[in-house]
T-cell receptor, first 115, second 113 residues
Framework: SAVISQKPSRDICQRGTSLTIQCQVD?????MFWYRQQPGQSLTLIAT?????????ESGFVIDKFPISRPNLTFSTLTVSNMSPEDSSIYLC????????????FGEGSRLTVL | QKEVEQNSGPLSVPEGAIASLNCTYS??????FFWYRQYSGKSPELIMS????GDKEDGRFTAQLNKASQYVSLLIRDSQPSDSATYLC?????????????FGQGTILTVHP
């Protein structure tokens, strides 16, 4: 398994501002992903964070709104830009380990509230 | 659109009973299947994975996979109040071990004493 640390764990933000969430994994992983979980909903994949290159975004998510970096194998950031109340959500960092079994592990999540 | 559907909840069972959670998926090429448990206010926690047809048992949990019917289920025996949570079915959606997971909408399980 992997231990995934995210920060901030929660924040209250003003409309129009941006916030960057950091994700650190305690071991080398193959893949890192960012998910969003809106209140009462399941998990929706935002993008795959690729090491040293641009992230791969899912339909409905764009780089200008959710820029992602992954400078090395164990660290990634997600920025939520120009926030609106609709961005209030839990953002989850996740990773797959080198075990090659496809299992996905999650960080504790970052709960954002946009006023 | 690759989809994962779970039986609608919430599901309520008495303590000691068997809880049955079901999931269907649309992509026949899917190869890996997972069940996650998510307590309120917490992140998802992996409880079972299954990769081939049949049953896989781990303690009180049994995962069942039927690729022909595109169906995966989770049975929880001797249900305990501590099993009360949302259970998420997840399917590998690109056919590789490195691929992304698509999640179902979740089933809320309540185990009452």
């Amino acid at each position: 398994s992997a231990v995934i640390s995210q920060k901030p764990s929660r924040d209250i933000c003003q409309r129009g501002t941006s916030l960057t969430i950091q994700c650190q994994v305690d071991s080398q992983v193959t893949m890192m992903f960012w998910y969003r979980q809106q209140p009462g909903q399941s998990l929706t994949l935002i993008a795959t964070a690729n090491q040293g290159s641009e992230a791969t975004y899912e339909s409905g998510f764009v780089i200008d709104k959710f820029p992602i970096s992954r400078p090395n194998l164990t660290f990634s950031t997600l920025t939520v830009s120009n926030m609106s109340p609709e961005d209030s959500s839990i953002y989850l960092c996740s990773a797959k380990t080198l075990s090659n079994t496809g299992e996905l592990f999650f960080g504790e999540g970052s709960r954002l509230t946009v006023l | 659109q690759k989809e994962v559907e779970q039986n609608s909840g919430p599901l309520s069972v008495p303590e000691g009973a068997i809880a049955s959670l079901n999931c269907t998926y649309s992509d026949r090429g899917s190869q890996s299947f997972f069940w996650y448990r998510q307590y309120s206010g917490k992140s998802p926690e992996l409880i079972m994975s299954i990769y081939s047809n049949g049953d896989k048992e781990d303690g009180r949990f049994t995962a069942q996979l039927n690729k022909a019917s595109q169906y995966v289920s989770l049975l929880i025996r001797d249900s305990q109040p501590s099993d009360s949570a949302t259970y998420l079915c997840a399917v590998n959606s690109d056919g590789t071990s490195y691929g992304k997971l698509t999640f179902g909408q979740g089933t809320i399980l309540t185990v009452h004493p």
